[in-house]
């Protein structure tokens, strides 16, 4: 019965569910946030985008964890 919302294959539906898409926002800001504030405390940019993409690879575990 959970699933009861989902589209009968006519391809008008959610790309992603709710939940999802909050996941991977909040990823999101994680991994910018983490990215600004390595190349604000002095590093090189490659540097900063490998550290904001680390970030968010372990928001989105961690985010798919606690978000019910």
């Known amino acids: 019965m959970e699933h009861e919302n989902r589209t009968k ?7 992603l569910s709710q939940r999802a ?4 926002l909040l990823a999101a800001l994680v991994g910018v946030g983490a ?3 390595a190349a604000l ?3 090189v940019w490659p540097l900063a985008v ?4 680390g ?3 372990m928001a989105v575990v961690f985010f ?3 978000i019910d």
Not at 9 to 15: I, K, R, S, T, V
Not at 21 to 24: G, I, Q, R
């Open 55 to 57: 970030a968010s690879a």
């Open 50 to 53: 490998s550290v904001g993409s």
């Open 41 to 43: 405390a002095g590093n």
């Open 21 to 24: 898409a909050v996941v991977f």
């Open 9 to 15: 294959g006519d391809g008008n539906g959610p790309l």
């Open 35 to 37: 990215a600004v504030l």
């Open 64 to 66: 798919d964890q606690i």
